[in-house]
């Protein structure tokens, strides 16, 4: 079994729970990245990852196809975020002054 079969398992294995996906999908993903961005001239630590989508970011306004496989990627490591309702609509309540 090689890297790239970790992650779809690591993923199910955590069950969306962020902080399992921090813990166990995050590192064997940053790992395979890691080795892959180190052919491309980027230093195979955690600085080079941090070069890496920096640039990444900033070609994905320039160029839709680079934001969607970021997407993809982005989506690879992390659970989806959903944002909890708020706000008096969701019955939430507004503190009085």
Same mark, same amino acid.
């Given at each position: $079994? =090689?890297?790239?079969?970790?992650?779809? *398992?690591?993923?199910? =294995? %955590? #069950? =969306?729970? $962020? !902080?399992? $996906?921090?813990?166990?999908? *995050?590192?064997? %993903?940053?790992?395979?990245?890691? &080795?892959?961005?180190?052919?491309? !001239?980027?230093? #195979?630590?955690? &600085?080079?990852?941090? @070069?890496? %989508?920096?640039?990444? @970011?900033?070609? &994905?306004?320039?160029?839709? &196809?680079? %934001?969607?496989?970021?997407?993809?990627?982005?989506?690879?490591?992390?659970? /989806? $975020?959903?944002?909890?309702?708020? !706000? /008096?609509?969701?019955? !939430?309540?507004?503190?009085?002054?």
């Amino acid at each position: $079994m =090689n890297h790239f079969d970790f992650v779809p *398992l690591t993923r199910d =294995n %955590a #069950c =969306n729970d $962020m !902080g399992k $996906m921090l813990q166990f999908v *995050l590192p064997v %993903a940053t790992q395979i990245q890691q &080795e892959v961005i180190k052919a491309y !001239g980027f230093s #195979c630590d955690g &600085e080079g990852v941090l @070069k890496f %989508a920096r640039l990444v @970011k900033s070609y &994905e306004a320039q160029d839709p &196809e680079i %934001a969607s496989l970021y997407g993809k990627l982005k989506a690879l490591s992390l659970p /989806p $975020m959903i944002l909890p309702p708020h !706000g /008096p609509a969701s019955g !939430g309540s507004v503190a009085a002054s």
